[in-house]
């Protein structure tokens, strides 16, 4: 009953995080993008844009009224009154998180990578559940390919029963919660929309730079300009911009070695680790397709997230790995 209330609730986040309040900037139809850093222009942002920007003057060219929006220094949660719970909620405090460290720090990409960092610290505890279940299930993968064997054969209604019983016996055994091991899964993707949403509708943030890159520009955006073709791809590599390129493949390498550091949670026989395998090779291969078109700022965010989950996955197996040497050496 707990898991399920568990559950629930976090599905109602990722309702709350789908239906989000981003609304852009639009002109017969087509949204309006930025043609310095084809950034697409969101019409119910927080705060002002800096006015003497290419941004603003976008903005007041297509008549969207930003003068009676605070400027992003003065922003609070309270600003603009009420926009429902998931903007109300979430969407205002983080932003305004993000924009409190940028002016701190004076760098909004800097800014980024700590509110991940802090967020990632708070939910530590779920996620190093979440590790630690991937860390078990490698230990009852033998236990489990062995239960295979013995009832791959035995398809009968008390067979399964029986083979469910021994299951859980060795789940048990491993101190494995299969629940608690997707917490920390349905936990990413509101707070991935949260993130999302609040650097779109941050004009300090996608009108700042780190590290040379802008943070509202995307790879895509950076290399193909507003149109897709070979030659701008190659006027991209006479102006610069084709350090973008390297973006999306920090994201892949990021996301590989996440996804394998967490491998655990393996099929209980070689086929089903065969399937698990071939399905995480597809969402990285995805994920960094996805990529060419995120803004600077999210794959700041993401790769930041992957870099954590990796470090945070060697302590633990260099942990446990310590624990259960410390236990053989007892015996």
Known sequence: MHNKKILIVLLLLVTFSLTGCTQYVKDDGKVVKEPTNGQSLVSNILCQP???SKIAKTYEKHEVDIEKLPTCNKFTPASGGYEG??????????????IQLGELVKNYGLAIILVTLLIRMIIFPISKKSAMQ????????????RLEEKYRNRQSQQDQMMKAQEMMQIYKKHNINPMSGCLFAFIQMPLFFAFLESLYRIPAVFEGNFLGYNLGTSPFSALFGTSFSFNNLIDSFGNGSWIYILLPIAVGLATFFSFKMNSGMSGSNPEQEKQMKLMMNMMMVFITFVSFTMSTSIIIYWITGSLFTIIQ????????NARDSKKRSQK
């Not at 719970?85 to 993000?98: A, E, G, H, N």
Request: net charge positive; proline share 5%; no cysteine.
């Open 50 to 52: 800096d006015p003497d």
């Open 134 to 145: 991937s860390e078990g299930m490698k230990e009852a993968s033998k236990d489990l390919q």
């Open 313 to 320: 996955s060697l302590i633990i197996r260099r942990h446990k």
């Open 85 to 98: 719970i998931w903007s109300t909620v979430f969407i205002k405090p983080l932003s305004w998180l993000i």
